[in-house]
């Protein structure tokens, strides 16, 4: 393993120990994330449990989220009730009720080391 993967590595594994659990919404979640999240259905927040970084790209689990029939276009990530980034995601529809599943990641920058 070269430094450069090593360093990959570690960031993106320090960017994994800065918050796990994640929200979905309907709609722009506004500057404090709480905006248009969903509700009904079974909704709760879901964790994820980060893996070791390979190659400078860290995954977590599964999340998989109870809902209602909608279009769900935004996730934020929290750490406890801190909102640490709001993401504009590909839009989710669903009919009847069901559930959206995502699993999250994330690749340290190139050219960021």
Known sequence: MSSTTAVKNGM???W???GNTYS???GDPGAGGTANEATGGGYTRQPTTWGAAVG????G???????VAGSYTHMCR?????????LDTPDAAVSPAGEVKVTPSY???SGAD
């Open 12 to 14: 993106a594994d320090h």
């Open 16 to 18: 994994a120990t800065l």
């Open 24 to 26: 979905l919404h309907t």
């Open 56 to 59: 400078g790209t860290v995954t």
């Open 61 to 67: 689990s599964q999340l998989v989220f109870q809902v």
């Open 78 to 86: 929290w750490n406890g009730t801190t909102l640490l980034t709001v």
């Open 107 to 109: 690749t340290y920058p």
